[in-house]
């Protein structure tokens, strides 16, 4: 290395300290005493607005066309289909209970938990958080209750010094309230920071952060990335493992906020020369590798200077919407995965050529689909902290018999052997997930429903806890029946419900990672 490297090197290390020493200072200083058991509570945003995707372009000066077999007649290529899915419809969220209403069931939680909220030990602040959460999962849907009890539980796991139970507790209240849930989660782990320094707790709050920062990357909202990661120093302060982990992390997204300075500076050179091949290739490169917006990034990949991934964009752009075609593509981006050396590279190449896959399934079958599952499955094992990926499902359901709940890539469905979920005794309830109503479909003849989908990806990590089990849905009893048990099964974690006694029950269980 030159001595101007080594020089620029070491610059750049010292700016890396002197931000770490700065934004240690700021989360520090995060340690506020507001406290939903005693205090108002507003659901907080991050700190630093992200910057909006950069990935839309010109659009080329002229179409980019597959070349044409020597003596045969040109002909205009066909509408470019989308490479992924029109995202599914977003669950309507509903709005923050007013403050008054909050106040209210705030003074009735004090109340009603009185003694637990006394003992201020992290043993029992880690009963207290399990035990609202519990509650707030059986509250109605989008009720007073279930924010106040979902903001109890954060406070409670900050208090625990728990953050993957406050970050789950967050995303419960995100999935059904009109907040930024990126923003609570940050200030969860801000808030408890310079309280993480207790050993026991340490790998798994630091793991916790890390995936946090993740998806604060993801949005582009870098510095709050780093803060947070500054915040949970202390918990790393007597492991160098750790420690290590959270520097690289810090070094990583410094890395990275460089790596999308230069993409916008790319877009606004594309904005005067639209067809320039080495601008291409590194604005496409980092739409489609780095953000994973292919829809912006394809078309600037098919101008670029690579031929291999040229040759791939071109194909996709002209591909038409039959399963044979889209199947054939995805094989295209699935060979040129297997080909990358660099494993983040590799994981969102073979990320596209499954969403392409899944695409297709409908219109396929025998070997041909059963290769796209497995390579469907593969690839979210290779995507796991590359891509935003359910860490938790609550499932409620009215189990005759044996039922089997099958947890795949794609999303969850149903296996019977006899008995139908939610189907007994006068009985036609749907199964519930995440608090929303799911009444899955069965093909005539076919012991299999529909797939209830969710981005789920790799499942070889969950576990399961059955919460409650009783004669009406919402209840928090536990009725005796045979243990459920779990098992892997052609790449899908299957979730064995053995209800051999006499009677329907409901079962509300916790999927989690």
Known sequence: MSKYGRFRVKCIAVVLVLCTMSLAQTAIGA??????????????????????????????????????????????????????????????RSPVPARPAQAAVRELMKEVYSEQLADRS????????????????????????????????????????????????????????????????????????????????????????????????HVDDYGTAARICAALQPAAARDPALRAQLQQRQRLLFVARDAADRFAKDVEKLKASPDDPALNLAAGRYACLVKREWDGGLTMLAKGSDPALKAIAVQELAMSSTADAIAGVANGWWDLAGKQRDAATKAAVAAHAASLYERALDGSAGLSRQRMEKRIA????????????????????????????????????????????????????????????????????????????????????????????????????????????????????????????????????????
């Not at 179409?63 to 290529?77: E, F, I, M, N, Y």
């Not at 903001?151 to 930024?180: E, H, K, Q, Y």
């Not at 299999?448 to 789920?456: A, C, R, W």
Request: proline share 11%; hydrophobic share 40%.
């Open 31 to 92: 340690d506020r005493p507001r406290n939903i058991f005693v205090d108002d509570w507003t659901p907080p945003k991050t700190t630093e607005k992200p910057r909006p995707p950069a990935t839309v372009v010109p659009p080329p000066s002229a179409p980019v066309d597959p070349p044409a077999k020597k003596g045969t007649p040109t002909t205009p290529s066909p509408k470019p289909t989308p490479a992924i899915p029109a995202a599914p419809k977003p669950r309507e």
């Open 378 to 513: 593969e690839a979210a094992s290779l995507d796991v902290g590359s891509e935003r990926f359910v860490r938790e499902i609550v499932v409620e359901a009215y189990i005759n018999m044996d039922g089997y709940l099958h947890v795949t890539p794609m999303g969850i469905y149903w296996k019977i052997n006899t008995s139908k979920p939610g189907i007994h005794a006068g009985h036609d309830d749907p199964t519930y997930v995440d608090g929303d109503a799911w009444k899955p479909k069965w093909t005539s003849g076919s012991n299999v429903s529909d797939t209830f989908s969710m981005k789920i990806g790799n499942i070889a990590d969950f576990k399961v806890e059955l919460v409650a089990c009783g004669d009406d849905r919402g209840t928090d009893t536990m009725d005796k029946r045979t243990p459920i048990r779990t098992e892997v099964v052609n790449g899908e974690f299957v979730v064995t419900i053995p209800d051999g006694e006499a009677g329907a029950k409901w079962y509300r269980m916790r999927i989690f990672r």
């Open 122 to 217: 992290i043993p029992a602040r880690r009963k207290l958080t399990i035990a609202l959460r519990q509650q707030a999962d059986k509250s109605p849907r989008a009720s007073v209750d279930q924010f106040v009890l979902l903001a109890g539980a954060i406070d409670a796991a900050i208090d625990a010094v728990d953050l993957p139970a406050a970050l789950r507790a967050a995303d419960r209240m995100a999935a059904t309230f009109d907040i930024d849930g990126l923003g609570v989660k940050a200030d969860a782990a801000l808030r408890l920071g310079p309280k993480s320094a207790v050993p026991e707790s340490a790998a798994k709050n630091v793991e916790a952060v890390l995936e946090l920062s993740d998806d604060l990357a």
